[in-house]
């Protein structure tokens, strides 16, 4: 999962996109998302997380495979034990 740059986490609320936002900046480093994108209320955001950068989309039209944050705290949990 996040092996190329079109992979996207579908974040529904903030609780999520706080969440993955976190995981992206504490555990893989990645530059994190600004404080006035955290009070975002339009909701679905995309979220990718392949560049240094998390990125963000709030068009539910772009390429791409669309993860869904279930399967991104999976993922999350089992490249935990690997580590």
């Not at 529904?12 to 009070?39: C, G, P, Q, R, T």
Request: charged share 25%; glycine share 2%.
């Amino acid at each position: 999962m996040f092996e190329n740059a079109y992979e996207q986490v579908v974040c529904k609320n903030i609780d999520e996109l706080i969440y993955v936002n976190n995981v992206a900046l504490n555990k893989f480093h990645k530059k994190k998302l600004s404080d006035n994108f955290l009070v975002k209320t339009k909701y679905p955001v995309n979220l990718f997380l392949h560049s240094n950068a998390v990125g963000w989309t709030d068009l539910q039209d772009r390429i791409g495979d669309k993860h869904s944050f279930i399967d991104f705290v999976l993922w999350e949990q089992s490249i935990e034990k690997v580590i």
